[in-house]
């Protein structure tokens, strides 16, 4: 098929794709809901035997790091596989087949990956949270934002543009290494996300030396990336470094997508 874009093929192609995949889909939320679940109902059993919290108890705190750390794997691996079907013969020529321009599946593809799972996975969380604090006695995640809101307020003003900042950076730096596990995902057509995760701690491990480096030496616009959260001038180098980024990994995904042929 020539690779005309469409959005109204593109809505009827996700459509497609959705009600072929949406057991699956629920399948998946549903163990993740479960896990989730049993990580909160383990790690709290004293309560459901009869022993209430106390005020600054540590194991609901400790529930969600292992829930966020489960997420993030659960997450990367998602994104490394969204063209597991392009690997094996058999599932190439079908998606090969179907009645969609490569742009348009690649745009499925990368939208499901980065925003749709990733937004679906928080809410879906965000309200076993809410469920779990009502039922063990501790406060939710919204309850505890706000009271750590309202306490940096009336403290320490300059800590809430602290944490505004703290958050923007995290979310494109998260996007930044989302579109790199997409890259990853293209690239390699066998264990793209140990791959990929391995190029990117490599990736890591050199930026924060030479990030050291730098502020050894007293580079300055180096000192204001390390000093992103408190530095106006970090923080807008830090967000264009993430915008940049995400932009050359998506181009550089899509530039070999669609360059992708029948494994023989």
């Known amino acids: 098929m020539e690779d005309k874009f469409s959005w109204k093929r593109f809505g009827l192609f996700a459509r497609a794709e959705w009600t072929g995949q949406r057991r699956a889909w ?7 809901a479960l896990f989730s679940s049993l990580v909160y ?4 059993m004293r309560v459901l035997l009869g022993n209430p919290l106390e005020t600054y108890s540590s194991e609901p705190y400790i529930a969600r790091f292992l829930i966020l750390c489960a997420v993030g794997v659960v997450v990367f691996l998602n994104i490394s596989w969204s063209f597991k079907s392009y690997r094996a013969r058999g599932s190439a020529v079908m998606q090969t087949m179907l009645p969609a321009s490569k742009s ?3 745009l499925y593809a990368t939208l499901m990956g980065i925003v749709v799972v990733p937004v679906a996975i928080v809410v879906v969380l965000s309200l076993l949270d809410v469920i779990w604090a009502a039922i063990l006695g501790f406060d ?8 750590l809101w309202d306490e940096w307020a009336s403290i320490i003003p300059e800590d809430k543009q602290m944490a505004v900042r703290t958050g923007i950076m995290f979310v494109s730096g998260s996007l ?3 579109t790199f596990f997409l890259l990853g995902a293209v690239l390699f057509r ?7 995760l391995l190029i990117s701690y490599g990736a890591y491990v050199v930026g924060v030396a030479i990030l050291q480096i730098g502020w050894l030496v007293g580079t300055l616009w180096m000192e204001n990336v390390m000093l992103g959260m ?4 970090g923080f807008w180098i830090n967000i264009s470094l993430s915008v940049v980024s995400s932009c050359l990994w998506v181009y550089l995904a899509w530039r070999h997508f669609r360059k992708l042929s029948v494994v023989q």
Do not use: D, I, W
């Open 26 to 32: 629920l399948l998946k939320f549903g163990g993740l």
């Open 41 to 44: 109902l383990l790690l709290n």
């Open 104 to 106: 348009e599946k690649f």
């Open 140 to 147: 939710n995640v919204f309850t505890l934002a706000a009271k």
């Open 176 to 178: 930044s290494s989302m």
């Open 190 to 196: 066998r264990h793209p996300f140990l791959l990929t």
């Open 230 to 233: 408190t530095n106006t001038t």
